[in-house]
């Protein structure tokens, strides 16, 4: 499972380097793969973290992406309708590929458990909630250019 994760994360972040926000496919694209990662995530095996040191320079980092900002609320708690806020498309999506990043730098230097426990451990606290913000926005887009 861990594998799987690391090659549907690498997936992902290359089609966050590809997405253009006015080209249909990149935005298909990267909303089915954000929809397998949910899925994937939810799998990771439940492992100990332990804290491990990893340069900063060593993570690639985000890039700008060639489209303005879309801002787009989200509802924080679901049980209350009064708790929305604003939220960014792209410092969400940076978020995601950052911590996405981060573990495949893990794997890819021999230590795929603490990749999957640093993914797992920030799916639940960090790039998940971004994840789930992100999907219905994209996928408002889809159907607004499917339909019209």
């Known amino acids: 499972m861990i594998r799987r994760f690391y090659h549907q994360a690498k997936t992902c972040c290359g089609c966050l380097e590809r997405l253009d926000i006015h080209h249909q496919k990149t935005v298909e694209e990267l909303n089915a793969s954000l929809a397998r990662l949910y899925a994937d995530a939810l799998q990771l095996p439940d492992i100990p973290v332990r ?26 708690n679901p049980l209350d309708a009064t708790s929305f806020c604003q939220s960014s498309l792209k410092d969400a999506l940076h978020d995601i590929e950052h911590d996405l990043e981060h573990g495949i730098t893990l794997y890819e230097s021999g230590e795929p458990f603490a990749a999957a426990a640093l993914w ?29």
């Open 51 to 76: 804290r491990r040191k990893i340069e900063d320079d060593a993570i690639r980092h985000g890039h700008p992406w060639n489209f303005q900002d879309e801002s787009f609320w989200v509802v924080m």
């Open 120 to 148: 797992r451990m920030f799916f639940f606290l960090h790039w998940g909630a971004h994840l789930v913000e992100v999907v219905p926005f994209l996928h408002t887009i889809i159907k607004g250019r499917t339909i019209s």
